[in-house]
């Protein structure tokens, strides 16, 4: 038993209410279990019980056992002195400062009911409550997905937003460092935010119109240009990067791309190529982006080709069989979902026009669902995934609930334990 499991069978009164008494032998009536609190203070407010003939409106507290009174140091405190009713997991020797009402719930609770949470507790399985999950009867998903990928939304806001402040809420800078730091894919997202925030964006500006320059300043602030080559476009590009980084007076990048464990298709030489072609395809592109009103539009943004070089070669000096490198549908979806939804769902949380908001939320249930390993795990639980919206949701709730065990916070775990407490023992 935890507290915050003894405060949801109190909230939701999963116990036996028949023939209820006090410690002391009074009969007691709950009317109303009151209000949870989230601030400091009582467990409950303004609740309503009924002891004999006298009706009482307080506050109740909750502890496991009657002894908690003391160790929290209550009995000293003002804002616990219109508590009412002590409820309490197990009696055990207190002497209480005040003689409050106490109510013992050990033997009045569904025996199924903590064995279910127990069970959830020890289970390493893919989601806690995987057994009871398959039970056909919920009918809660829906709402629950839409609220979950408002939280994560939510979320991916407090972030952006600590970085705007850092940049003087410069949406293109910020939409230019999320963008790049897409297309390093989960192996090199950091270091290719780090190559975009090592670039003034007055810079990318300027040289926009120059694929080959825009190409050696990427792949020189990712480092990638300290070698001898022998082949003419990589010693270019790194001609031209000793001149434009002394020009610029560019800092060098001390987090490193990374190759070992990737396809070559998402080598970072590759995707750098393909961010460089996608900058000279997007000035002013997230002022574009609020104006635009086909997701359409924006994918075929996301599509960019890598230079001709790259056709025949994965990594410089090292010739390839000829394959173009297109930036494929799914990835393109995936650093929409990851950064343009984001950031116009951001602002448009800021400013009074909340179209851009609902604009955010219509495209990621416009977007197919991503692909990945936990999305795989829902799968097989006979989960439907239909939509981008629903798979961002289903990722928040294995690694924002299920993962840190927070079933009591989750809507679905809630119901199913709910529904384990109706069940007689």
Same mark, same amino acid.
């Not at 959830?120 to 009867?137: G, I, S, Y």
């Given at each position: 038993m935890t507290e915050k499991l003894l405060q949801f069978i109190w909230k939701y009164r999963y116990f036996n209410h028949q023939g209820l008494t006090l410690t002391t032998g009074e009969p007691v009536w709950i009317e109303y279990s009151g209000e949870e609190n989230q601030n400091q203070g009582p467990d409950f407010m303004n609740a309503r019980i009924r002891i004999l003939d006298t009706c009482w409106v307080g506050n109740v507290e909750l502890h496991l056992f009657s002894s908690g009174w003391i160790k929290h140091g209550h009995a000293p405190d003002k804002n616990y002195r219109n508590v009412i009713l002590h409820v309490v997991w197990k009696q055990d020797p207190a002497e209480m400062s005040r003689n409050i009402p106490q109510l013992e719930l050990f033997h009045r609770v569904p025996r199924i009911m903590l064995e279910t949470y127990e069970? =959830?507790?020890?289970?390493?399985?893919?989601?806690?409550?995987?057994?009871?999950?398959?039970?056909?009867?919920?009918?809660? =998903?829906n709402a629950w997905k839409q609220t979950l990928l408002l939280k994560r939304l939510d979320r991916k806001m407090i972030l952006i937003l600590r970085s705007l402040r850092s940049n003087h809420y410069h949406w293109e800078e910020q939409l230019w460092w999320m963008i790049a730091g897409n297309f390093g894919m989960k192996v090199n997202a950091t270091a290719f935010e780090a190559v975009a925030r090592s670039i003034p964006y007055t810079l990318l500006a300027k040289h926009r119109q120059q694929l080959i320059q825009l190409e050696a300043i990427l792949f020189g602030q990712a480092n990638l240009l300290e070698s001898d080559f022998s082949e003419m476009y990589p010693v270019m590009l790194k001609k031209e990067y000793h001149f434009l980084k002394r020009k610029y007076g560019l800092k060098k990048v001390f987090e490193q791309v990374h190759f070992l464990r990737m396809r070559p298709e998402n080598f970072p030489t590759i995707r750098l190529s393909q961010l460089a072609a996608f900058c000279m395809d997007s000035g002013n592109l997230f002022a574009w982006i609020l104006q635009c009103s086909s997701l359409a539009e924006i994918r075929r943004k996301f599509a960019p080709a890598a230079n001709d070089y790259w056709f025949y070669h994965y990594v410089f000096d090292k010739e390839s069989r000829f394959k173009e490198k297109i930036l494929g549908r799914a990835t393109g979806e995936r650093i929409i979902i990851n950064s343009v939804i984001p950031l116009l769902y951001t602002y448009g949380s800021l400013y009074p026009d909340k179209s851009f908001r609902q604009k955010a939320i219509s495209w990621m249930q416009e977007i197919r669902a991503e692909q990945n390993e936990i999305l795989s795990g829902w799968k097989l639980l006979g989960i439907r995934i239909g939509s981008a919206a629903e798979s961002q949701a289903l990722l928040e709730l294995k690694n924002e609930f299920c993962q840190q065990r927070k079933c009591l916070d989750c809507d679905i775990g809630r119901y199913l334990l709910r529904a384990q407490g109706k069940k007689p023992d």
């Open positions: 069970g =959830w507790m020890k289970n390493h399985a893919f989601v806690p409550c995987e057994r009871t999950l398959k039970e056909p009867e919920i009918n809660i =998903w």
